[in-house]
């Protein structure tokens, strides 16, 4: 009898693409399982995306019936287990109430010793390991023993477009010269990492447009409006502001049709790099916020962090940290440039 599998990841766009690691190797080690994720709203896209994933459990939904309704709706996934990834106390609870044989959770939680049947010691703060290999380390419930190199990690970590581009974007990408790159440039974080600097990116629309490229500008419809007079501006540079424009599907969509895509360690760069486009993420060397955890995965991601591996003069005043925005708008620019020699299938 095949297993069925429900992995908790009730946190953000980018934790949940660097969990896909566990429902991959789920399928490598239990052949037949069925893998399904339990998360929010505005992470269901990602899933629908995800090879590895069966179903989606929306918990904003699950949460708004009543109680016994939320029993018997995780009861009807049919999941002998569950991997609580990233610790949810109301979920942790309904897991006991619905009798999932088994439940696997981190020690540091105390509501875990009261919830789980199983308990895996992880401590992530000062770990060296990745995030993916941390949430690879839930599997260590299941008697897997060991840490996954992160060479064998990365090619967990797949999506693919669940809809078609919009013929007028597609029209739009299409529209570029011979060795023209189109670059998508996603400068905010909200609140999730800390930031280049809108001075920096708006350096870095001006250098690829003089370098012949092809500048996309993409966030949420608030902060496009944020980011209006910074967007009028740098207009001349650009070559659409799309903002709030996109639906999280067809940004997916949007993002593997275009050649790339620079931010900081934000979601969007993760999509990027699981869609296998070129993702340059930009780096604070602070810990744990530093490359060494939180580095997107994929064929074509890669980094910028500036040398400075043991500063701490930004833990004090985050909106002032000093590290990130040492990296030179030029620096970034060669790097995208370099894209053009490297053709992608698409």
Known sequence: MSRTFLISRTDAIGDVVLTLPVAGRLKQLFSGCRVLLLGRTYTQAVAAACPWLDDFLNLDELLQLPEAAQVAALQATGADTILHVFPNRQVAWLARRAGIRHRIGTRNRWFHWLTCTKLVTLSRRHSPLHESQLNLHMLHGLGQTGTMPLAAVAPLVQLSPTVPLRPELCQLLAARQPQQLNVILHPRSRGSAREWGLENFGTLAKLLHQAGHRVFITGTAAEG?????????????????????????????????ADGLVAGSTGPLHLAAALGRHALGLYPPIRPMHPGRWAPLGPH????????????????????????????????????CSWANLPLAK
Request: hydrophobic share 40%; aromatic share 8%.
């Open 225 to 257: 409006e944020e980011l209006h007079p910074w967007l009028h501006e740098h207009q001349p540079y650009l070559t659409a502001n799309l903002t709030g424009q996109l639906g999280l599907p067809e940004f997916l969509a949007f993002i593997a049709a």
């Open 301 to 336: 991601a890669s980094y910028l962090v500036f040398d400075k591996p043991h500063c701490q003069a930004c833990r004090a005043q985050p909106a002032g940290c000093s590290c990130i925005k040492a990296l030179e708008p030029l620096q970034v620019a060669s790097r995208v």
